[in-house]
């Protein structure tokens, strides 16, 4: 799937020592259609960070790998690498590279009121139902090839998995551990499978939700040039550029926003920021930003490379 967060029984990691990362420079684990992983690449353009990519390859569950697993046990991207210290959690990460970052520009406002209004928004986000929407089909509405594609079969194929990982590294205890974990969260959480009648739900409360989003531009600080919760950019308006480019990629943005101008051009702006073409639009070429890395993985696996 393509989203790369999620709930977690292993709690995140923060500046965390770890002789199997890098050890030298800021290093990012993620995987190029994730929301958390478009997030936190942002984040650091934003901030001017010179960071190495390595891109995890969520459909052919690289997040599984051994190698991958001893530096997050959580089994997820984003994770970032600072000089071998690891920390985990893209709000954690946001927060993170906001503290110890200190050349470019804050995304927290200095205002505690607007910092409040922020926090607010960022809930807000993360609130919406970004997985129901990305994986199944909004009735009236059918998602692009390639979202029907990735979620197909993945469930299923995710705890097969872990099973033969649980079996294979059963005298590792950090490894069986981690495996062990991530299965029973797989187990919990369930397939994304959501009846018609709960999609409509959803699509509602989603657009209620860009109904409030739609007010807050229209009377808030970007009604004067500025942002969504003060005069500069800041975590809120990360945090909605990739939500409304993953609903404009679903072809949601006319059903959501096509009556709500002030949104409409709030996206534009956001879509139009340098570090967004950078860390996001660039990256949203599946062709040869996954379908490309898939094929070169499968045949690596056939040459018994």
Partial sequence: MLSGGGRSIVPPLTDEPNPHAPQRGVHLYHFAGSLCSQKVRQVLEEKGV????????????????????????????????????????????????????????????????????????????????IEA????????????WMFRRLSRGAHAKKLELLDAKIREHAEDSVLREAYEKKRALVRSVGATVVSPARMVEIFEATRETIGELERQISEGPAKGGG???????????????????????????????????????????????????????????????????????????????
């Avoid at 000089?83 to 970052?101: A, H, K, M």
């Avoid at 943005?253 to 967004?276: M, N, T």
């Fill in 133 to 144: 929407l990305t994986y199944a089909d909004v009735p009236g509405h059918q998602r692009p």
């Fill in 50 to 129: 010179r960071w190495t990519s390595h891109q995890i390859l969520l459909p052919a569950y690289e997040q599984y790998d051994p190698s991958y697993v001893r530096i997050n046990p959580r089994c997820v991207v984003p994770t970032l690498v600072r000089e071998g210290r690891v920390t985990t959690d893209s709000q954690n990460i946001l927060l993170y590279v906001q503290r110890e970052f200190h050349d470019g520009p804050s995304v927290v406002p200095d205002d505690p009121g607007h910092a409040e209004s922020m926090r607010t928004f960022l809930d807000r986000a993360d609130g919406l139902f």
């Fill in 227 to 305: 942002w969504l919760c003060s005069e500069t950019f800041s975590l809120a308006d990360m945090a909605w550029g990739v939500v409304l480019f993953r609903f404009q990629t679903l072809r949601l943005d006319e059903p959501l926003w096509g009556d709500r101008p002030s949104v409409a051009r709030y996206a534009q702006r956001l879509f139009a920021r340098p570090a967004f073409g950078r860390a996001v639009v660039d990256w949203d070429k599946p062709l040869s930003k996954i379908v490309v890395p898939l094929m070169r993985k499968r045949i690596r696996s056939l040459l018994g490379a």
